[in-house]
C-alpha cells in the first residue's frame, strides 16, 4: 500500500512559477523499494499524462510540453520518498491537477492531486 500527498498548486499567471511537493510513503516501499516517481497531470476532459520522472539514481525524464521549464527532484527517506517539481514559464496549458505516482507504471493508489490554474 502507498500513500501519495499532493501540495503546492494554486493560481498563478501566465508566466509564473510554482513548486509542488509531493510526500510518498508506505508498506510498497518497504517491500519493493522506491524506483522511478514521477508528476503526472490531467487536464479537464483529457487522459492523464505523465510530466516527468526521476529515478533514485538521477535519471530524468521530461515531457516535450515542459521540457526546459519544469525541474523535478527528490529527497529519499527510509521508506518513503518527498518530490518535488519546480514549474516555470507557466503556460494556459500547463492547467491540470498535478499527481505523483510510480513511473511510467503507476501503483493502483493515487492521492487527491493538486489544482494548478494558469489564468491572467
Known amino acids: 500500500q502507498v500513500q501519495l500527498v499532493e501540495s503546492g498548486g494554486g493560481l498563478v499567471q501566465p508566466g509564473g512559477s510554482l513548486r509542488l511537493s509531493c510526500a510518498a510513503s508506505?508498506?510498497?516501499?518497504?517491500?519493493?523499494?522506491?524506483?522511478?516517481m514521477g508528476w503526472y497531470r490531467q487536464a479537464p476532459g483529457k487522459q492523464r499524462e505523465l510530466v516527468a520522472s526521476?529515478?533514485?539514481?538521477?535519471?530524468?525524464?521530461?515531457a516535450d510540453f515542459v521540457k526546459d521549464r519544469f525541474i523535478i527532484s527528490r529527497y529519499n527517506g527510509k521508506n518513503r520518498i518527498n518530490l518535488d517539481l519546480q514549474m516555470n514559464s507557466l503556460k494556459y496549458e500547463d492547467t491540470a491537477v498535478y499527481y505523483c505516482?510510480?513511473?511510467?507504471?503507476?501503483?493502483?493508489?493515487w492521492g487527491q492531486g493538486t489544482q494548478v490554474t494558469v489564468s491572467s
Open positions: 505516482n510510480r513511473a511510467p507504471t503507476p501503483y493502483g493508489d
Open positions: 508506505g508498506t510498497t516501499f518497504m517491500v519493493n523499494g522506491i524506483g522511478v
Open positions: 526521476l529515478s533514485s539514481s538521477g535519471s530524468s525524464y521530461y
